[in-house]
C-alpha cells in the first residue's frame, strides 16, 4: 500500500461518518446540557460582539473580545466558504446547504463550550501574555493529570501541523493561483507580496494580527455578503426553485443520479456537515486559542462572543455562496476547459459571473485573496501558541513568525496536492481530542453556563 493510499485510509476515517457523528454529537449533547441557553442566548451574544464595554478591574487580556473573535475568524472564514461550500453542492447536491445550517446550529454549543474552557484554563506565559486553549484546559481540568497531559500535548502537535498545511501552504496556494487565473499575476509574485505582508503583521503578535484582522474580517465579510446579495436579487426568478432543490434534496430518499453513488440524504448529510465543521471549525479546538487572549470578566462571556463565529460563518458567509450557486443555474454545467462539471472555485466564481459579468470573478478572487490572507494570520497565532505550550517558553515565538511568513512563499509557488491531504488530516486529528475534553469537562461548562446566566443575563 503506498502513502498515498495510507493517507486516504486515515483521511477517510478522519472525515468520514464516525467523525461527523461524533462532532454534530457533541454539540447535540452540549445544547442539551446547557438547556439550549447558546440557543436561546444567540441575540444577547451577537449584540454583546457590537457593544462598546470599558475594561474593569476583572479584565484580564490581551486583545479585545471584538478583535479575539475577529482573530477567530479570520482563520475561520477562508477558502471553505467559497471552494468548500462549493465542492459540497457538487458532491452532496443543493442539500448539503441544509445539513450545514443544522451542523452550525448545534456547532453554536460546541463552539461557547471550547471557548469557555479556553478562559477557565487559560495562565500567563513568560511575557505577561495570556495562553490558553484545548491544551491547557485538558492539562489543568483533566482530574487525571497524565491522560490530561497526554491529550494536550497531541492537540498541540496536531494544531502545529495543521498551521503549516491548513493555515498557510494550502492558503497561499489558494491566492496565487486565483490571482494568476483571473489576474495573469505570476505566483512568484504574489507569493512574495504575501510573504511580505505575512511578515510586516505577524511580527508584531497578538495585538498586532487584533488590530489587522478587525479591520480586514469585517470588510471582506461585508464585501461578499453584498455581492452575493446583489447576485441572488439579480438572479430572483430562479431563488423558488433553487430553494426548493435545497430543502427538497436535503431530505429526499431516492437515489441520486449522475453516477454519484449512496441516497441524496445521505450524500447531502456527510458533505454538508464535513464541509460546515471543516469551514466553522466548530470542534476542532482552534478558535478557542484566540478567545484566550480576549479581555473579559467571566468565561461566559467570551463564550457567546466567539459563539457567534459559527453563526456569521456558516449562517452569513456560506449561505451567501450556496444562494449565490443555487440562484444561479450553473450547478452541475460542465466547465469548457476540462470537460466536466463545474466545482470549487470555479462554480463560485461562474454564478456570481451571471449576476455581476466579469466584476463578479474579479470579486470571488478578491474574497479569495482576503480570505485566505487572514486565515494565515489568524492560524500562525494558533500554530504559535501551540508550539509555546510544547516548548514550555516562548522562546521559538520569533523564530517560528519568520519561518511561517517564508512558507507562504513556497505554498504560493509550489502545487501542494499531497499537502492539501496531509493538511485535512491534521487539522481533522485536532478534533478528537478536543471533542473528549469537551464531553469530559461538559459539568464545568455547565457550571460557568449557569452561573453566567444568573448573575448577568438576567439582571
Not at 449533547?29 to 439550549?36: D, P, S, V
Not at 487559560?122 to 497531559?149: C, H, I, T, V, W
Request: neutral net charge; aromatic residues 12%; glycine residues 12%.
Amino acid at each position: 500500500m503506498s502513502f498515498a493510499d495510507v493517507l486516504s485510509t486515515v483521511n477517510n476515517f478522519v472525515w468520514g461518518p464516525v467523525m461527523l457523528v461524533l462532532l454534530v454529537g457533541t454539540g447535540v449533547f452540549l445544547t442539551i446540557r446547557l438547556k439550549f441557553l447558546p440557543w436561546r442566548n444567540l441575540g444577547y451574544a451577537l449584540k454583546q460582539v457590537f457593544a462598546r464595554r470599558e475594561k474593569s478591574l476583572g479584565d484580564e487580556g490581551d486583545i479585545t473580545p471584538f478583535q479575539s473573535l475577529m482573530t477567530a475568524l479570520a482563520a475561520t472564514i477562508g477558502t471553505g466558504n467559497i471552494v468548500g461550500v462549493a465542492t459540497a453542492m457538487v458532491l452532496g447536491g443543493p442539500g448539503a446547504i441544509v445539513w450545514m445550517w443544522i451542523s452550525a446550529l448545534f456547532g453554536l454549543s460546541t463552539k461557547y463550550g471550547e471557548s469557555v474552557l479556553a478562559v477557565k484554563y487559560r495562565q500567563k506565559n513568560d511575557r505577561g501574555e495570556m495562553a490558553g486553549g484545548p491544551m491547557y484546559a485538558m492539562q489543568n481540568g483533566f482530574k487525571n493529570k497524565s491522560l490530561g497531559r497526554f491529550f494536550a500535548v497531541a492537540f498541540a502537535l496536531f494544531a502545529v501541523l495543521a498551521s503549516f498545511g491548513i493555515g498557510n501552504l494550502t492558503q497561499g496556494n489558494s491566492i496565487s493561483g486565483a490571482v494568476r487565473t483571473t489576474f495573469g499575476v505570476p505566483t512568484w509574485i504574489t507569493g512574495a507580496v504575501l510573504t511580505f505582508a505575512a511578515f510586516l503583521v505577524l511580527v508584531g503578535g497578538i495585538q498586532s494580527i487584533g488590530r489587522v484582522c478587525s479591520v480586514v474580517v469585517p470588510f471582506m465579510a461585508v464585501l461578499y455578503f453584498v455581492a452575493g446579495f446583489v447576485v441572488i436579487i439579480l438572479n430572483i426568478e430562479n431563488v423558488p426553485e433553487g430553494l426548493a432543490q435545497i430543502f427538497g434534496m436535503a431530505f429526499n430518499f431516492e437515489a441520486m443520479g449522475g453516477g454519484v453513488a449512496g441516497t441524496v440524504i445521505a450524500s447531502a448529510m456527510r458533505w454538508g456537515v464535513a464541509r460546515g465543521v471543516f469551514s466553522n471549525e466548530a470542534g476542532l479546538g482552534s478558535a478557542p486559542i484566540a478567545a484566550a487572549a480576549a479581555m473579559t470578566d467571566h468565561p461566559s462571556r467570551q463564550g457567546y462572543i466567539n459563539m457567534t463565529g459559527t453563526f456569521f460563518d456558516t449562517i452569513v458567509v456560506c449561505s451567501m455562496t450556496g444562494l449565490s450557486i443555487a440562484s444561479s443555474g450553473m450547478l452541475g454545467q460542465i466547465d469548457s476547459t476540462t470537460g466536466e462539471a463545474l466545482t470549487g472555485a470555479n462554480l463560485t466564481i461562474a454564478a456570481f459571473q451571471t449576476g455581476l459579468g466579469t466584476f463578479g470573478g474579479w470579486l470571488v478572487t478578491i474574497g479569495i485573496t482576503l480570505f485566505a490572507f487572514s486565515t494565515i494570520l489568524g492560524w500562525e497565532y494558533y500554530g504559535e501558541k501551540s508550539l509555546e505550550y510544547l516548548a514550555g517558553s516562548t522562546k521559538l515565538n520569533t523564530l517560528y513568525r519568520i519561518f511561517f511568513s517564508l512558507i507562504v512563499f513556497v505554498g504560493a509557488t509550489t502545487q501542494l496536492q499531497l499537502v492539501w491531504d496531509i493538511s485535512d488530516t491534521f487539522n481533522g486529528m485536532m478534533a478528537i481530542p478536543n471533542l473528549i475534553c469537551l464531553l469530559v469537562l461538559s459539568n464545568v461548562i455547565a457550571k460557568e453556563c449557569f452561573d453566567y446566566q444568573d448573575k448577568v443575563i438576567r439582571k
